[in-house]
C-alpha cells in the first residue's frame, strides 16, 4: 500500500514532475536540438529507404566507404583545389565587374536606364547555357569554367549594388554635395559602407549560383575536377561513385554558406541595424 | 522628386509625355548598344561561326516559332513546371503550417529548409536523372523539391505573422473550427503560398530546364542540349532567346496576377 499512501500525503499539492530517465529522454527528444538530431536521421532514413528502392541509388554506408576509399587514392584534394581556383577566378571576376556595373547603374540614371533591361536578361540566363556557349567557345580549357562562373555571377551582384546604391540617404548624399565633397570621398566614405550588405547578398547570391555554374562546366567541358570527377564515375556506370561526389559537392557549399558566408552577412547587418536603431 | 530636384535648378518640369519619351528614347538607345557590342563581338572579336550575331539569332528564333516547335516544346516545359508546382505547395503548406504552428516543427525543419537553398541546381538535375532516367518525372520532381521551401517559409512567416486577435474574437463569437479555417487561416496563408512560388518561380523555371537538359525527351531544356551536340550555337543562342523572353513575361505575369488577387491586402503583408 506504499504507492497509495505516497498519493494521499499532500493531497493539495500538484503532482510532482516526474524526472525519471523516461521523461528526461522524452523531453530530449523534444527539446529544439532533439528536433535537429532527429531531422537528420530521418534524412539519413530515408536516404537508406530510397537506396533499398532503386538499385541505382547507393546507401548512406556505401558512400562513406568509398569516399575513405577515394580519399585514400588522393583524388578528392586535386579535384577540389583545381575546381577552387576555377571558382574564385570567377567569382573575383564577377565581384569586380558587378560592382562597377552597380555603381554606375545605381548612381547614374542614364546608365540604369542602358544596362538595366541587358542586367534583366543575365538574370534570366541560366548557368547551363553559359556552361554550354564556353564549352562550344573554348572548349576543353580553364577559360569556360572561370567564365561560366563570372557570367552566371556578375547580375546578381550589380543589381544587388544597383538596389544598395539607390537606398542609400538621399539627404545624405544631397547634404554631401552641397558641401563640396568630392564623388571619390563620397562613394568611399557614403556611399560603399552603407552598400557593403547589399555587396554581401548579392556576392553570396553569385557564390551560391557560381558553383552550380563551374560545376557544369566541368561535367560538360574540362578533364580534371569535382565537376568532370563526378561525370567520370556517372560515365563509369558507377553510382557509388558518383553519389559520394554529389554528396561532396553538395556539403562543400552547405558548409562554406554556413560557416564562411552567413556568419560574414550577419556581422555586416548587425553594424546596419544598430545605425538604424541609433 | 524628379519635380523637386527640378525647381531648384530653375527649370520647368517637361511634361509627363515628354518625360517618357526621353526614358523610352534612353531604353532604345541601351537595346542598341547591348546589339551593337554584340554584332562587334561576332563579327570582329570572334567569327560568326562562333558567336552568331544577332540578325542570324531572330532567324532562328523566326523559324522556331513558325515551324511550331516552340509551342510545342514551351508547352511541355509548361506542364512539367505547373505540376512541378502543384507538387511544391501540396508538400510546402502542410510543413510550412506545422512550420508556423508548433515549436518542435519548426526546429525540425529549419536546417532542411535553409540548406535547401545552398543545394546547387546541378544535384537535382543528375539525381532525377538516375532515379528516373530519361521521362516527365524529374523535372517534376526537381521544381516541386526547389519551390518547396520557399512556399514553406513564407506560410510559417505568414503564420507567425497572423492576427490572433482575429482569432481570438471568431473564438469569442462561438466560431467552430472550421469558420476560422476557411475566414482567416486561408485567406492569410494564400497571398504567402503565392509570394513563395513566385519568388522560386525564376529558380523553379532554370532547374526545370537544366533537368531537361541532363534527361528528357521534349521541352525547351531537351532542345537546347540537342542544338548543342549538333554544336550550332545559333540554335542554343535563339533558344536562350526564347527562354529569357518567356521567363521574364511570365514572371510579370506572375506579378500582375499576385497584386490583382490580393488587392484587397495591405501593401506591405505580401512584399
Same mark, same amino acid.
Given at each position: ?12 499539492? @500538484? ?7 523516461? @521523461? ?48 585514400? @587514392? ?205 | ?12 518640369? +517637361? ?7 526621353? $526614358?523610352?528614347? =534612353? ?20 567569327? +560568326? ?89 524529374? +523535372? ?56 513563395? =512560388? ?30 548543342? $551536340? ?42
Amino acid at each position: 500500500m506504499s504507492t497509495g499512501a505516497a498519493a494521499r500525503i499532500e493531497p493539495g499539492a @500538484r503532482p510532482r514532475r516526474d524526472t525519471g530517465l523516461p @521523461r528526461r529522454l522524452l523531453d530530449a527528444v523534444l527539446s529544439n536540438t532533439g528536433a535537429r538530431i532527429t531531422s537528420y536521421l530521418v534524412f539519413v532514413l530515408g536516404w537508406q529507404i530510397l537506396g533499398g528502392l532503386y538499385e541505382r541509388v547507393p546507401g548512406p554506408v556505401e558512400v562513406v566507404q568509398f569516399l575513405a576509399d577515394e580519399i585514400g @587514392r588522393g583524388g578528392v584534394w586535386d579535384a577540389f583545389q583545381v575546381t577552387l581556383e576555377r571558382f574564385f577566378a570567377g567569382v573575383a571576376i564577377a565581384f569586380v565587374a558587378g560592382v562597377v556595373i552597380g555603381l554606375l547603374m545605381g548612381m547614374w540614371p542614364l546608365a540604369r536606364a542602358l544596362l538595366k533591361d541587358t542586367t534583366m536578361v543575365g538574370l534570366a540566363i541560366p548557368a547551363i547555357i553559359w556552361a554550354l556557349l564556353t564549352a562550344l567557345w573554348f572548349g576543353f580549357s580553364w577559360k569556360a569554367p572561370v567564365l561560366t562562373v563570372a557570367l552566371t555571377a556578375t547580375p546578381f551582384v550589380a543589381i544587388n549594388v544597383t538596389q544598395g546604391v539607390q537606398g542609400t540617404p538621399r539627404d545624405l548624399i544631397r547634404m554631401s554635395k552641397a558641401f563640396g565633397v568630392s564623388t571619390h570621398r563620397r562613394v568611399r566614405e557614403l556611399v560603399l559602407p552603407f552598400i557593403m550588405d547589399y555587396v554581401f547578398t548579392g556576392l553570396r547570391f553569385g557564390i551560391i549560383l557560381g558553383w552550380n555554374g563551374v560545376l557544369l562546366s566541368e561535367w560538360f567541358a574540362s578533364t580534371e575536377g569535382v565537376g568532370w570527377r563526378t561525370r567520370y564515375w556517372y560515365d563509369a556506370n558507377n553510382f557509388d561513385g558518383f553519389v559520394a561526389w554529389i554528396f561532396l559537392f553538395v556539403a562543400f557549399i552547405v558548409v562554406f554558406d554556413r560557416l564562411v558566408l552567413s556568419p560574414i552577412q550577419r556581422r555586416v547587418f548587425r553594424w546596419r541595424t544598430t545605425v538604424a536603431m541609433r | 522628386m524628379a519635380n523637386v530636384a527640378l525647381r531648384r535648378q530653375g527649370v520647368r518640369a +517637361p511634361s509627363l509625355a515628354a518625360r517618357r519619351w526621353k $526614358q523610352a528614347a =534612353v531604353v532604345i538607345v541601351g537595346w542598341a548598344a547591348f546589339f551593337a557590342l554584340w554584332e562587334f563581338a561576332s563579327s570582329v572579336l570572334f567569327n +560568326p561561326y562562333r558567336l552568331p550575331g544577332p540578325v542570324a539569332v531572330f532567324e532562328a528564333m523566326e523559324s522556331i516559332v513558325t515551324s511550331g516547335d516552340a509551342v510545342k516544346h514551351f508547352k511541355a516545359s509548361l506542364g512539367k513546371i505547373f505540376l512541378g508546382f502543384g507538387f511544391g505547395v501540396a508538400l510546402g503548406v502542410p510543413i510550412g503550417f506545422l512550420m508556423g504552428t508548433t515549436r518542435y516543427w519548426k526546429a525540425f525543419f529549419h536546417d532542411p529548409v535553409l540548406v535547401a537553398g545552398s543545394i546547387p541546381g546541378i544535384t537535382y538535375a543528375v539525381l532525377a536523372l538516375v532515379v528516373f532516367g530519361i521521362g516527365i518525372e524529374g +523535372p517534376i520532381v526537381a521544381v516541386a523539391l526547389i519551390s518547396m521551401p520557399y512556399i514553406a517559409l513564407n506560410v510559417s512567416a505568414g503564420l507567425e505573422g497572423i492576427d490572433s486577435s482575429l482569432i481570438m474574437m471568431s473564438r469569442a463569437f462561438g466560431r467552430g473550427r472550421k469558420d476560422v479555417l476557411r475566414h482567416v487561416l486561408i485567406p492569410t496563408i494564400t497571398p504567402f503560398v503565392f509570394a513563395g =512560388v513566385r519568388l522560386s518561380f525564376a529558380l523553379a523555371w532554370k532547374v526545370e530546364a537544366l533537368t531537361e537538359v541532363f534527361g528528357s525527351s521534349d521541352g525547351i531544356g531537351f532542345m537546347i542540349r540537342r542544338s548543342y $551536340q549538333l554544336f550550332s550555337v545559333v540554335d542554343v543562342l535563339a533558344w536562350t532567346g526564347l527562354f529569357v523572353i518567356f521567363m521574364l513575361l511570365l514572371e510579370r505575369v506572375l506579378v500582375r496576377l499576385e497584386r490583382h488577387l490580393f488587392r484587397w491586402r495591405p501593401q506591405e503583408a505580401t512584399a
